[in-house]
């Protein structure tokens, strides 16, 4: 039953998410996508470790972005956005844009899972993967998690829950004590149930119920909404 509610989705979702959040002409190229990638695995790597709690202001931006995670020469038909020249994943656009109101560090989660490029086959692969409730590897790892107080934590909506690399995410780290503010970027679920989904996996964490969402088709225009809600958080 589950599968066979899966294959109408299935549908209506390639058919939606293929408008994307950028359009064909907005997609990068291979090349350049995979330069950016490489360059953010770069900082996140050394100025994660690096950056004390007073530089950072306390705050992990961590996020989830299928353009960080997918086979080589099928990113440019991924979902990607460009903003300023840049081409990016939706969920790493909404990172930015909170790190620009909001300052601290940015952390890619990303996994030894070479997610598809193809739009269709990756909505496949993630029903499976969800099916069969895995914990793709993390690649990528916070080192200095005591450093942060608040830690925002981004994530596509992928078949109306958090990507099972989220699972891996939220499994690896104990946040008991710390705050963490959800965002995503849905096209058209929302958070699903999410932010409830993060509770359970983090008992001990304060989990903000007002987190932001964002449909993928309004990611370049975010920027405003973004701010507005970060200065609401108070943090
Ligand atoms: C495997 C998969 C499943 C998806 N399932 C949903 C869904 O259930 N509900 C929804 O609103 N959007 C769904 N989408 C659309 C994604 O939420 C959207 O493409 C994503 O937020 C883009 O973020 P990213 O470019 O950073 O990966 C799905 C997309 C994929 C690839």
Request: glycine residues 6%.
């Amino acid at each position: 039953m589950r599968k066979s509610i899966k294959n109408v989705a299935l549908c209506m979702a390639a058919a939606l998410f293929l408008t994307a959040c950028g359009n064909s002409q907005e997609a990068a190229t291979t090349a350049e996508a995979n330069s950016t990638d490489a360059a953010k695995i770069e900082s996140v790597q050394s100025d994660g470790a690096e950056e004390s709690a007073e530089d950072s202001g306390n705050m992990l931006i961590a996020y989830f972005t299928a353009a960080e995670n997918s086979v080589v020469d099928a990113v440019s038909s991924a979902s990607v956005v460009t903003i300023d020249g840049e081409a990016k994943g939706c969920v790493q656009a909404v990172a930015e844009m909170i790190q620009e109101t909001a300052g601290g560090e940015l952390f890619s989660i990303q996994t030894s899972v070479e997610y598809p490029g193809d739009i269709g086959e990756l909505i496949d692969y993630a029903a499976i993967e969800q099916d069969e409730n895995e914990r793709p590897e993390l690649t990528t790892h916070i080192e200095n998690l005591e450093d942060y107080d608040v830690i925002f934590v981004g994530y596509p909506n992928w078949w109306y829950d958090m990507p099972m690399v989220m699972y891996s995410f939220f499994e690896e780290y104990d946040f008991s004590g710390k705050t963490i503010i959800p965002f995503n970027v849905h096209n058209g679920s929302r958070f699903s149930s999410t932010i409830s989904t993060i509770q359970e996996l983090e008992p001990e964490a304060m989990v903000i119920e007002d987190g932001f969402t964002v449909s993928i088709n309004n990611v370049t225009a975010a920027e405003e909404s973004v701010k507005e809600w970060v200065d609401a958080l108070n943090y």
